[in-house]
């Protein structure tokens, strides 16, 4: 997960589990080739974007 906007920050930590809406990227590192996605919160590109606690 990825927050654009700080009232995102302290909800999760590390090993929690979250529900999560938001935009869904394709991330590839250019050196070693390994692909990963990550869900970006807070573009305001969505109507309903939000981390929540399960």
């Known amino acids: 997960m990825l927050s654009m906007i ?11 589990s ?5 935009t869904l990227e394709h991330v590839e590192n250019l050196e070693s080739g390994a692909v990963c996605y990550q869900v970006v919160v807070g573009t305001a590109t969505r109507e ?6 399960v």
């Open 6 to 16: 700080g009232y995102y920050r302290n909800v999760a930590r590390t090993g929690d």
């Open 18 to 22: 979250v529900k999560v809406s938001g």
């Open 48 to 53: 309903k974007e939000y981390i929540e606690p």
